[in-house]
């Protein structure tokens, strides 16, 4: 696993490398394929995630997007990544950490969207794979917290095939596609990611 930065600088983008799948940071010159295939996935992704506002596609809405993970990234509140496909170089999703907490807390949410078309075929699972190392080696993170409609069977088996580790339902957790659902917590600790049999380990 190789997290790639140049310098010091928060602002200098990170580049995750996985099996077969790079992580980096959106960047403008993605819009027109990144608003392609959200659109494009617009049915598949409908039902898992929080109503769109009206300007979601828009090039000023990716602007806006872009200066949020930014300075998210800069305060140490959340970690935003496009999703590389290797075999073909396509931006093919995302997945972030975000609500970064520290203190005693030292925790963030993993939340994660792939197109349509790129359903099936491992890459979610090699994506949340390859950004786990950075999680606990680079951010040093004590936990990682996942939740997850109970319909959602892809999601379920991308978390439990990462070695997530469920621990409960919560009523009404969160609002997607305009009504309040319940999720199921998956949650993986350091001491998961450490002891070696941790499902990514390659080490």
């Given amino acids: 696993m190789a997290f790639l930065r140049a310098g010091l600088s928060q602002d200098v983008p990170l580049i995750i490398r996985g099996d077969d799948v790079t992580l980096r940071p959106l960047v403008m010159t993605d819009y027109p394929e990144w608003a392609e295939i959200r659109t494009r996935s617009r049915d598949h992704l409908r039902p ?16 806006r997007r872009i200066r949020h993970y930014q300075r998210e990234a800069r305060e140490d509140l959340g970690y935003a990544f496009t999703i590389v496909d290797e075999h073909d170089g396509r931006v093919s999703g995302g997945v972030t950490l ?19 078309d790129k359903t099936g075929a491992g890459l979610m699972s090699r994506a949340v ?18 939740a997850c409609m109970p319909d959602n069977l892809s999601s379920l088996r991308v978390l439990e095939r990462c070695g997530f580790r469920k621990e409960g339902l919560a ?7 305009g009504a309040w659902r319940d999720h199921v917590l998956f949650a993986m600790i350091v001491d998961d990611y450490s002891t070696g049999e941790w499902p990514g380990d390659a080490r």
């Fill in 98 to 116: 975000s609500n970064v907490r520290r203190g005693v807390t030292q925790a963030a949410s993993l939340g994660y969207w792939l197109s349509v």
């Fill in 129 to 146: 794979k390859a950004l786990i190392p950075f999680s606990f080696e680079e951010l040093r993170l004590h936990r990682i917290e996942a």
């Fill in 171 to 177: 009523r009404k957790y969160l609002k997607i596609n």
């Fill in 48 to 63: 898992w995630e929080p109503a769109w506002p009206r300007d979601e596609l828009t090039k000023n809405s990716f602007r």
